[in-house]
């Protein structure tokens, strides 16, 4: 990060971001009183430690009145269905295997379809950037529907094709799995510097052997990031070990398709050999505490984790499951709930959450390059909260108060890339109450369905 | 409640609402499409369902249009200690004793005093009304000042009185307590219908048997609650064992503390003989989830407790444990902590939940008469919900809608005692700005101190 007071000259920035204070969470996690960012062509130019008699000295096309702000990097959500908001709040409280087989799987297969895909990706972003997500790393079916959502939305997106081993609504001939892969990366492998596109394997066990094997090899010749939901339930472990003899994680091992691409979603049930194996691959975790209490899943041991060494990045996962996509009530949540479950308030500060979903969540979708602090040279997603407000006063320590007291409702600006997605609360790429309309319709249609 | 078509006089009531979603809460958890409420004199005159085409046949001093909203009873936030806003941030992610020894008492120590108790109180009032609260049972010290800052507010209050044996800020010779109880009952008891006055006793460990004994009679003279903080953590087991040869829920029954007007705060390591003796004597609990997470002190086993028909009102506890005062935000945390706890999705529903922050706290602190539920003839404690946003879109369950996915900041307008105190958002009772510039204030002193 470059901090100075170098001459700029006038008119040289797109956009410039005044006042406030500035939580770079660069890897030194420098904050800045009162700083100048300058963006330029969707990059940050510079990070300014302003002088007050300055401020006049720099200028730009549009100016961003910071005062009372904090200024953060937009936040990252590693893991996510977001067409499964048309399920939201559906059906609740219910036992996994009953919530499952007789409301979500029905419902799926009944309504999923490419408009339903995009008309739900659409209002999620809606909701995303209301509450300062700018990355979403999502996996459904028809998920290029998903890519076209991100592009009118303006949000940075990995879109994650799925794959699993019986007939689903976008690929009802699973014979057909490696040529849907292929065409999804090629269409997408170089379409938008937006959006990044991946593979998912829903789980170990839905996937079979030769499916894993042949998806990775798929995302690891076109160089894309491959997910995969493991660990979430106890019950995996068993099923897994009776079918191929060995636990999920070392049959993944086998199949060679654990490396420094592969995100591992959920992991609560890991154990310490699992973590060293991840560990030592470089293996990527996506950590989704709400959804894994709501659906009554488990605690992944994700200190343990970062203290291997191991990129963890936050995620909501789909709204049937959380409900909602706000990543500042998962941080409180991720904060929270290792803390009671190790009895140790001290396993998991508000510096590391937080971390977890930026800089964290960019590393684990190999996008640390780009994204995940704010830093001259990287992609400009920069999110604004007001902090003005009675239940984030006082301000001691910002770090304690955007992750134990705000949340996604006091975001008030987003900039992705460049672009001005939302100002003070409005958002300018979305028509939200169409988007919200479409999605009504959808829900009326299941309903009476 | 009355639902139906009656002929009301024109302009007989003072407040109308009409339109929307009506959650009554009552003990058949009846919902009213359309509704029209009825406010006279503070009071719920009455609830209709309106047909469409009598929309004009009523009328009042000032009508409220719901279209779009849930309307519910307004939350009651059983546990807190509202002056500790000025901390809110102070010191997290500290081990316990570190953060009371080196910070939390110190601070108190040094700079609480009635002014702060006044003007934290009223910045916490501010924050609880945007976030949907009505009633709270706070306990501290200078406590009469937490009373004066209600009724500036217009806010429904517990005000608890602190009692422990050690020299506080406003009670520095221990030995007066009686005398301190005594005058602080005498002169809330009949002072004014928003404001009930009670006792708080620390906890067993810092007070001794003759004090818990005393001011429990103090108390039980005045007819007025009594709370204590219990079994927040693990070692108050083995200190009370050693100290009285008893465990503490037995230590308090030999007593004779534990009583219908009780309220035990916390509770997160009753056993089953505890949670007997609570369901035998008619012992409430205020459950405080997220503050039990913070400070890694455990979870308490509330499923059970109402399995056995323990009333349990949902509290918040202080902001130098939580850090918020979002009664949503913690209706989501209880209703998730205890599926992943003990691993099942079914233990504690939405509508359990809401229940526990609506009538079941009412009921903790004795005014179930009165609040907790929209029903004729209960004092109108109200608040709306828009529901008009992407994060609550589609709408299948209001429960399930209010519980994992609104939270405080999607309430728009709240009555108490039949007064609006809050209108599209805007604080009718409190000047936000300088209530927070006065909290600003003291938390400068605090840092330089």
Chains 1, 2 share one sequence.
Not at 247 to 273: F, M, R, S, Y
Not at 276 to 301: Q, R, T, Y
Request: glycine content about 8%; overall charge negative; hydrophobic content about 45%.
């Amino acid at each position: 990060m470059k901090t100075g007071n170098g001459v700029i000259p006038a008119n040289d920035w797109d956009v410039m971001i005044t006042g406030g204070t500035l939580l770079t969470m660069s890897e030194t996690m420098e904050a800045v009183e009162n700083p100048s960012v300058g963006i330029k062509d969707g990059i940050i130019a510079t990070v300014l430690q302003k002088e007050k008699q300055s401020v006049n000295s720099y200028c730009a096309n549009e100016t961003i009145d910071a005062s009372g702000c904090i200024i953060m990097p937009g936040l990252v959500n590693t893991h996510t269905h977001l067409p499964m908001v048309c399920f939201r709040g559906m059906a609740d409280d219910l036992p996994l295997m009953e919530w499952l087989n007789c409301h979500i799987f029905p419902a799926e297969a009944s309504f999923v379809n490419e408009k339903m895909v995009f008309d739900g990706a659409l209002l999620a972003m809606a909701e995303m950037i209301l509450a300062g997500t700018t990355t979403f790393c999502d996996g459904y079916f028809f998920e290029s529907k998903v890519g076209e959502a991100a592009l009118q939305a303006g949000m940075r997106a990995v879109i994650a094709q799925g794959f699993i081993d019986f007939p689903v609504p976008d690929n009802l001939d699973s014979s057909k799995k490696m040529a849907v892969a292929t065409r999804f990366l090629a269409k997408w492998k170089h379409f938008s510097p937006l959006v990044t596109p991946a593979c998912f394997c829903h789980s170990p066990y839905t996937c079979s052997p030769e499916t894993l094997a042949n998806i990775k090899d798929a995302a690891r010749n076109a160089d894309v990031p491959y997910l995969i939901h493991l660990l979430e339930n106890k019950d995996e472990i068993a099923t897994i070990l009776k079918r191929y003899g060995k636990k999920p994680v070392q049959h993944l091992q086998h199949l060679g398709v654990l490396d420094e691409q592969t995100i591992a979603v959920h992991c609560n049930w890991a154990d310490q050999e699992d973590i060293a194996i991840f560990a030592d691959l470089g293996v990527k975790v996506s950590h989704n505490p709400e959804s894994s209490m709501k659906l009554a899943a488990g605690v992944a041991p994700i200190p343990e984790m970062l203290q291997m060494g191991i990129t963890v990045g936050l995620g909501t996962d789909g709204c049937a499951s959380n409900n909602d996509l706000d990543m500042f009530r998962e941080m409180d949540t991720a904060a929270k709930v290792h803390k009671v479950i190790t009895l140790n308030p001290t396993v998991m500060s508000a510096k590391t959450v937080l971390n977890m979903a930026t800089r964290g969540g960019a590393r684990a979708l190999g996008l640390d390059q780009r994204i995940g602090s704010i830093e001259s040279g990287k992609d400009a997603d920069i999110i604004l909260l007001d902090m003005n407000k009675p239940h984030l006063t006082p301000l001691y320590n910002p770090y304690s108060q955007l992750v134990y007291a705000a949340s996604g409702a006091d975001v008030i600006t987003s900039i992705i890339g460049g672009r001005l997605v939302m100002k003070d609360r409005h958002l300018l790429t979305i028509d939200v109450d169409s988007a919200m309309e479409n999605v009504r319709a959808i829900a009326a249609n299941i309903m009476s369905g």
